[in-house]
């Protein structure tokens, strides 16, 4: 159940209204971002959405299972979840509001979505702005199984990582996650198996995916592939995001020339140009001579 804060009367039925495109060049913003840490750090998470004279308020969300995290309002009242109200406090910095966790928790893994809402000419507006994913990884073992725990492939290499979920329960996605050196999702498969594949590997990736597992091989991989790949999934009836802890390192190696081809090749040509030098000193002795 989504929980509305006890807010102005304009405000209460906010969230029931349909999400209206941007007007006036103000677009909803579709950038993801991905934070991975373990249990007890702080992550910070800023809502980077252009500010508006006719905005109501700021929310940042948590979508699996839909609660409020936090609302701060053009008045600067705000709402925290009483769950959270220990561990978070926030800051608002011209347009953007920065919502800080400390303590995190493996609980605290979800998807987070900024939105603010706008009134223009008589209607309600839902801007949505950046989605944060994030895995708090804890010392327990998690409900997602993921092999292999590191690759070192060459350039132009293929790479399989093989996703798993230990739960009972069947999935209601699973996600494929690039964490750390250049952050970004690299796939999503919904439980109707409908994915979401990430433009740096639109052509390079392909999976198959049977019940509560899914094989994904990554094509043609390149020195800026190299990275952390982790293996996360939402377990049907939870609450938050589960990750694997260690996820699939991967190095790719640059293709280094082949040196014994090099010196041949430069053997040969050091032995030509010795051939053409001779030549050319014979030449020269015998038209003296002559």
């Known amino acids: 159940m989504l929980w509305i804060p006890d807010l102005p009367a304009a405000c209460l039925f906010l969230l029931l209204l349909p999400c209206f495109p941007g007007q006036n060049g103000e677009e909803n913003e579709q950038s993801t971002d991905i934070i991975s840490v373990?249990?007890?750090?702080?992550?910070?998470?800023?809502?980077?959405?252009k500010s508006s004279e006719h905005e109501l308020g700021m929310y940042l969300t948590a979508t699996i299972r839909l609660v409020n995290v936090i609302y701060v309002s053009k008045q600067n009242t705000s709402y925290?979840?009483?769950?959270?109200?220990?561990?978070?406090?926030?800051?608002?910095e011209g347009g953007?509001?920065?919502?800080?966790?400390?303590?995190?928790?493996?609980?605290?893994?979800?998807?987070?979505?900024?939105a603010k809402f706008v009134k223009r000419k008589g209607h309600h507006e839902k801007l949505n702005g950046t989605t944060t994913i994030v895995l708090v990884k804890g010392k327990t073992s998690g409900v997602v199984e993921q092999s292999p725990l590191y690759a070192n492939p060459r350039q132009g290499q293929s790479v399989t990582i093989t996703c798993?979920?230990?739960?009972?329960?069947?999935?209601?996605?699973?996600?494929?996650?690039k964490t750390h050196v250049q952050p970004e999702r690299v796939l999503h498969v919904?439980?109707?198996?409908?994915?979401?594949?990430?433009?740096?590997?639109?052509?390079?990736?392909?999976?198959?995916?049977?019940?509560?597992?899914?094989?994904?091989?990554l094509h043609n991989l390149q020195k800026n592939d190299s990275g952390i790949y982790v293996c996360a999934g939402?377990?049907?009836?939870?609450?938050?995001?589960?990750?694997?802890?260690?996820?699939?390192?991967?190095?790719?190696?640059?293709?280094e020339e082949d040196c014994r081809n090099s010196s041949w090749g430069i053997y040969a040509l050091s032995t030509v140009v010795?051939?053409?030098?001779?030549?050319?000193?014979?030449?020269?002795?015998?038209?003296?001579?002559?």
């Open 234 to 255: 939402v377990v049907k009836n939870a609450s938050f995001l589960s990750a694997n802890r260690s996820g699939t390192m991967m190095l790719v190696k640059e293709v």
């Open 274 to 290: 010795v051939l053409l030098f001779a030549a050319l000193v014979c030449c020269a002795f015998h038209r003296v001579n002559v």
């Open 96 to 114: 953007n509001l920065r919502i800080t966790l400390h303590d995190v928790q493996e609980s605290d893994s979800n998807i987070y979505l900024c």
């Open 80 to 92: 925290i979840l009483p769950a959270l109200a220990n561990r978070i406090n926030y800051s608002e």
């Open 38 to 49: 373990w249990e007890g750090d702080s992550i910070s998470i800023t809502c980077s959405i």
């Open 190 to 217: 919904s439980s109707q198996n409908a994915s979401t594949i990430s433009p740096a590997f639109a052509n390079r990736l392909e999976y198959s995916k049977e019940e509560k597992r899914i094989v994904i091989t």
């Open 164 to 177: 798993a979920l230990k739960s009972s329960h069947g999935d209601d996605g699973i996600f494929l996650l």
